[in-house]
């Protein structure tokens, strides 16, 4: 466009014209193209990362959750309508698991301070590597008897629960085997609704 037919305004900045609709939507287009820096990477505290270290090497699940009530079996954020607790089904043990793990002893008196969507936490239940362990859930690499992350990446060359290290492609860092974040994924969850549901047909055993 010429500089010549354009009329600027207070400040410098040119007033378009009819004439020049063409240019911008062309620019508006280019600037709207998919590029590498589209997706937004969470930082580590946006994503409630936990080291290995802070959860003493355990796998993250709600049997070492804070917010979890031993008693009644439930979760403090959850509400008294969700049962919480380990199942077993077709031989494999599933362990619950959400977005808003806090490490520590679960409760021994039971209370409930909210009624959260499990949608909205991410509620899921996690498959053990075996049946009975003492601990099992969450981890980044699947160490520690933990199940791993699909975000956790390595060169392939050993199993990922044998890693020091990997590459974590969700917040695009390095992080260690046994660390933990809200964003924790698995193609091989069951769904907090499939769940209760075969808690409630379980009669509420395991
Ligand atoms: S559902 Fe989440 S917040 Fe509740 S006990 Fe389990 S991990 Fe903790
Ligand atoms: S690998 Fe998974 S659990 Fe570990 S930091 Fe990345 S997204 Fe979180």
């Given at each position: 466009?010429?500089?010549?037919?354009?009329?600027?305004?207070?400040?410098?900045?040119?007033?378009?014209?009819?004439?020049?609709?063409?240019?911008?939507?062309?620019?508006?287009?280019?600037?709207?193209?998919?590029?590498?820096?589209?997706?937004?990477?969470?930082?580590?505290?946006?994503?409630?990362?936990?080291?290995?270290?802070?959860?003493?090497?355990?796998?993250?699940?709600?049997?070492?959750?804070?917010?979890?009530?031993?008693?009644?079996?439930?979760?403090?954020?959850?509400?008294?309508?969700?049962?919480?607790?380990?199942?077993?089904?077709?031989?494999?043990?599933?362990?619950?698991?959400?977005?808003?793990?806090?490490?520590?002893?679960?409760?021994?008196?039971?209370?409930?301070?909210?009624?959260?969507?499990?949608?909205?936490?991410?509620?899921?239940?996690?498959?053990?590597?075996?049946?009975?362990?003492?601990?099992?859930?969450?981890?980044?690499?699947?160490?520690?008897?933990?199940?791993d992350c699909?975000h956790y990446?390595?060169?392939?060359?050993?199993?990922?629960?044998?890693?020091?290290?990997?590459?974590?492609?969700?917040?695009?860092?390095?992080?260690?085997?046994?660390?933990?974040?809200?964003?924790?994924?698995?193609?091989?969850?069951?769904?907090?609704?499939?769940?209760?549901?075969?808690?409630?047909?379980?009669?509420?055993?395991?």
């Amino acid at each position: 466009m010429s500089r010549g037919n354009l009329t600027i305004e207070d400040g410098g900045f040119p007033v378009y014209k009819a004439a020049q609709i063409g240019k911008v939507n062309a620019m508006r287009r280019a600037k709207s193209l998919p590029d590498l820096e589209t997706p937004i990477v969470p930082t580590k505290g946006q994503a409630l990362f936990t080291t290995a270290e802070e959860m003493h090497n355990e796998p993250a699940s709600c049997y070492n959750c804070q917010m979890y009530n031993s008693g009644a079996k439930t979760c403090s954020i959850h509400g008294p309508r969700i049962p919480i607790r380990k199942l077993q089904k077709d031989g494999i043990e599933y362990w619950p698991h959400c977005a808003a793990f806090l490490y520590g002893e679960p409760k021994a008196e039971t209370s409930y301070s909210a009624q959260r969507d499990p949608d909205y936490t991410a509620l899921k239940w996690i498959n053990a590597p075996k049946p009975g362990l003492e601990r099992s859930g969450a981890n980044c690499g699947g160490c520690d008897q933990g199940d791993d992350c699909d975000h956790y990446s390595t060169d392939g060359k050993i199993e990922k629960w044998n890693s020091p290290t990997g590459f974590c492609r969700a917040l695009q860092v390095t992080v260690a085997c046994g660390d933990e974040c809200a964003l924790w994924w698995d193609d091989d969850i069951l769904e907090w609704r499939q769940a209760i549901k075969i808690i409630g047909s379980q009669n509420g055993a395991s």
